[in-house]
């Protein structure tokens, strides 16, 4: 390795003989592209330098968590009234995701549930004296098809709609 125009990421490699070895395992969302510069010297002394651009592969991940923007709804809002904005987390910057509702454990509630584009939306009012939080099972999946899922409850808060008397 040698100092010059390109040099900028030689601290990042070793050479093991011929082999040219980095330090640490590169990821693309932080850094996709390295600059290093090279020496070689003949046996004659003869010299040639180069700077060489390395670029780093993107490696899809899967996503790893699955937010809703509200954990609770209140009672006796309207049938179809969006719940909470649906979102995922994704080691891959600027992933596109889309979501539904799957059968699996903590489905109890899908039924009750809607989504349109990444909005949750509830399919009828609902009352928290009948039922006082609901357990769907939501699905991501990013734009090259891997997935993961969570079971997420949302709970009914109570409304205080009576008059007072007095």
């Given at each position: ?48 330098e180069k700077s060489f651009d390395l670029y780093v592969n993107n490696i899809n991940y899967e ?103 007095d």
């Open positions: 390795f040698v100092e010059g125009e390109g040099d900028h990421d030689n601290e990042s490699f070793i050479l093991d003989g011929n082999l040219l070895k980095i330090n640490h395992s590169p990821d693309y969302e932080i850094k996709s592209s390295y600059q290093i510069r090279l020496r070689t010297t003949d046996s004659t002394d003869l010299t040639f996503p790893t968590d699955i937010l809703l923007s509200a954990s609770s709804v209140d009672e006796d809002i309207e049938a179809n009234s969006v719940v909470a904005v649906i979102s995922a987390i994704d080691p891959d910057i600027g992933e596109q995701h889309s979501y539904q509702l799957v059968n699996g454990e903590g489905d109890n509630d899908n039924e009750r549930f809607t989504i349109d584009g990444n909005l949750l939306k509830i399919n009828e009012s609902p009352r928290n004296h009948q039922k006082s939080s609901y357990n769907i099972l939501l699905k991501t999946i990013d734009s090259t098809g891997l997935s993961y899922q969570k079971s997420i409850r949302i709970d009914v808060n109570f409304v205080n709609d009576q008059e007072p008397t």
